[in-house]
């Protein structure tokens, strides 16, 4: 269609019926005019010219023929003008509108503004994203720092043993001082690249639009750098902890050794202070003492440190003065594999139990209360025999008690509570012992009646060699007083 539009103007182009003339003939390749006779009309050419076919030989111009001149008279002459015109083929596409282009050229336009809105927004993102990651990597700082905080604590009070006069290393908490400002140094750098980061990406965002590929690829570059900076500061921080890792062990380490310098002076002084209370305590009590407990409480008890050997056979004496009827636990021996390896008690109105490796012996002694009175218990492990003698006289007597048993080593000697547990120090107060009790004694031997009658008679000084009552063997606790000895003063008087 657009190719038949093209030769229609280019034939009215052409022709103009009120020509006088027309070009040169030379140039369109016009033949030389012939006279036609009156009546002749206008014949057009092949219809293909107008189509601008292609002959065997080549391409051939369309052509017309028209008819030129004036009416004369009778002899006048008619004259025929014909012209070959040349017409060349448009390629499709070319003759399109004005309108159509501009269209085209406004969609291409706005497909580069839209290239370029999508690249800002893209920068944009990226900003946001490294934006995220430096506040991140603000708060492992944060974290880190306080971790570092703590370190200093721990450093703070190693310093302050030192000071007091321990062995210690200033060296050390010198790094952790170094390792700190690192740190620090670190921080103020990852800030610093943040502040730099929020306004390259503000420009970023402004600038994008006039060129959104250079800047693209600018902050590519720089948010490669800016991210590998960050990785270099992380795996230097990651040393940097490590580092004040090891120094927290070996402080740690140190630390240890130091508390145990510092328990070993205390034993020591402990020791020396213990010392110089019993001899106080020896010189307060020239003729002996006794341990006083006022009242009923799960935290009025006393230890005999002396160590317990093995033994096959024993005598347990003492002087007692109870305050009411029912006694409670005046002694407990306790084991790491029996807390009842030796027990002498009174829980209820009735009879005393005494136990040996939680095997019971019950016998009743009637006991005066707010009276000095002497008892001694007995047992020997080849049959298990036991006796009780009350003032130097025997009041029960048994066997089959723990046969063969041995009473084991290493326990800890309790008197006025009955221990659940080996060095467990939690009491129950309606089994505690209340009164007084003096002259606690323990030999590896059954005791003659001559020895048991000299003890109650206060007769004989003897002491156990198991162990033996004096002042430098036994700590009280929880408000046992030790009070001067009173339990020979009726027989002094009966003596006088």
Same mark, same amino acid.
């Given at each position: ?17 009120? /020509? ?25 050419? =092949? ?23 004036? !009416? ?42 839209? /290239? ?84 390259? &990406? ?12 250079? &800047? ?62 019993? *001899? ?29 050997? =093995? @033994? ?43 136990? $040996? ?9 009637? @006991?005066?209360? *707010? ?29 089959? @008690? ?29 089994? &505690? ?8 004694? $323990? ?21 156990? +060699? !198991?162990?033996?009552? +004096? ?26």
């Amino acid at each position: 269609m657009v190719a038949f539009i093209g030769a229609v103007i280019c034939i009215i182009a052409a022709v103009h019926s009120g /020509s006088p003339a027309a070009p040169p003939l030379t140039q369109n390749r016009s033949s030389s005019p012939a006279p036609f006779s009156p009546g002749s009309v206008a014949r057009a050419g =092949a219809l293909d010219a107008l189509h601008a076919t292609e002959a065997p030989g080549g391409p051939e111009a369309p052509t017309f023929y028209g008819l030129t001149g004036g !009416v004369g008279g009778a002899g006048s002459e008619q004259r025929v003008i014909y012209s070959r015109l040349l017409c060349t083929p448009v390629p499709p596409g070319q003759c399109e509108p004005k309108a159509v282009q501009a269209d085209q050229q406004q969609e291409d336009e706005d497909g580069e503004w839209g /290239s370029l809105r999508a690249a800002a927004e893209e920068l944009r993102h990226t900003a946001q994203r490294q934006q995220e990651e430096i506040r991140a990597d603000r708060r492992t700082i944060r974290e880190l720092t306080g971790k570092l905080a703590e370190c200093e604590g721990t450093g703070g009070v190693v310093q302050e043993e030192r000071e007091r006069g321990m062995m210690g290393d200033e060296g050390r908490a010198g790094a952790v001082e170094e390792l700190e400002r690192a740190i620090l140094h670190m921080k103020e750098r990852i800030e610093r690249l943040e502040s730099e980061m929020t306004p390259l &990406a503000h420009n970023h965002t402004e600038t994008g639009q006039k060129s959104a590929g250079r &800047a693209q690829s600018g902050t590519k570059g720089q948010g490669t750098v800016v991210q590998r900076k960050v990785e270099d500061l992380e795996g230097e921080l990651k040393r940097k902890m490590k580092m004040l890792e090891e120094e927290r062990k070996a402080l740690r380490k140190e630390t240890q050794k130091h508390q145990e310098h510092i328990d070993q002076g205390l034993d020591a002084v402990h020791q020396r202070i213990s010392s110089l209370e019993q *001899g106080l305590s020896e010189n307060k009590f020239p003729e002996g003492y006794r341990l006083s407990f006022p009242m009923r409480s799960n935290s009025m008890y006393a230890v005999v440190k002396h160590s317990i050997p =093995a @033994l096959h056979a024993l005598t347990l004496c003492m002087w007692l003065r109870p305050a009411q009827n029912v006694l409670g636990t005046a002694v407990s021996y306790a084991v790491s594999e029996q807390s009842h390896e030796l027990v002498l008690q009174q829980l209820v109105h009735g009879p005393i139990e005494f136990i $040996i490796n939680n095997e019971v012996a019950q016998f009743t002694l009637n @006991l005066t209360v *707010g009276v000095w009175q002497h008892v001694c218990v007995s047992w020997n492990r080849r049959a298990g025999v036991w006796h009780a003698y009350l003032g130097g006289k025997l009041k029960g007597e048994g066997k089959d @008690l723990a046969t063969r048993h041995s009473i084991r080593p290493g326990g800890t000697l309790v008197l006025g509570q009955e221990q659940s547990s080996m060095s467990g120090l939690r009491f129950v107060a309606s089994r &505690a012992w209340i009164g007084d009790l003096s002259q606690f004694n $323990i030999w590896d031997r059954l005791l003659t009646h001559a020895e048991l009658n000299a003890l109650a008679h206060c007769s004989t000084g003897m002491l156990g +060699n !198991v162990v033996p009552w +004096n002042s430098r063997e036994v700590e009280v606790f929880g408000g046992v007083t030790k009070q001067p000895a009173e339990h020979c003063s009726h027989h002094a008087s009966i003596r006088q």
